[in-house]
């Protein structure tokens, strides 16, 4: 499958100094890995629907489409953060209604964090100090919170770079 992402997005760089390039750019991320969740769920989906894939996914006899439009969403955790990733719908021999979009993307059902991505935030943990993998898993479990001006990575930004933290 060829993606064809268009992005539409302003970027503000308030200087031409490497570190506010890498601010704009990390803005951009996430919004940019939404879309390409998007057309992949969108193109897979269609194919699997297509080609009976999903029949077998979802052990069915005979599915029809219920919502294929995207409009309601479901949250999922990356480690670039918060995306929100289309849910589509179908109906299962005439009477159950199921969303597939989890299960195309190979995440189980009532999984608040995917395993890609704890794996991810575990290689981050190894190679952190605990009291920054504490804001780490704060900023994803509610604990704690997100990185405050206590906090071991602000002192540390701080004293590399003073004019950042102001």
């Known amino acids: 499958m060829d993606i064809k ?3 539409n997005l302003n970027i503000v760089v308030d200087k031409p100094k490497l570190k506010d390039i890498l601010k704009a750019f990390v803005k951009i991320v996430n919004p940019a890995l939404q879309q390409i969740v998007t057309q992949v769920v969108a193109y897979y989906a269609n194919l699997y ?3 009976g894939k999903l029949c077998k996914m979802l052990h069915a006899k005979r ?3 219920k919502s294929f439009t995207g409009n309601k969403t479901t949250v999922l955790l990356t480690p670039f953060g918060r995306i929100d990733a289309p849910q589509y719908q179908v109906k299962i021999d005439g009477h159950r209604k199921s969303y597939i979009t989890r299960l195309i993307l190979g995440i189980d059902k009532w999984i608040r964090i ?3 991505t704890v794996k991810y935030l575990g290689l981050m943990g ?3 100090p605990p009291s920054c993998c504490e804001q780490v898993y704060g900023a994803f479990y509610g604990n704690q919170g997100f990185i405050n001006d206590n906090s071991p990575i602000y002192a540390s930004v701080c004293a590399e770079d003073p004019a950042w933290c102001q």
């Open 5 to 7: 992402l268009s992005l």
């Open 49 to 51: 629907f297509e080609n």
């Open 63 to 65: 599915i029809t489409r």
């Open 114 to 116: 995917p395993k890609i």
């Open 126 to 128: 190894a190679l952190a």
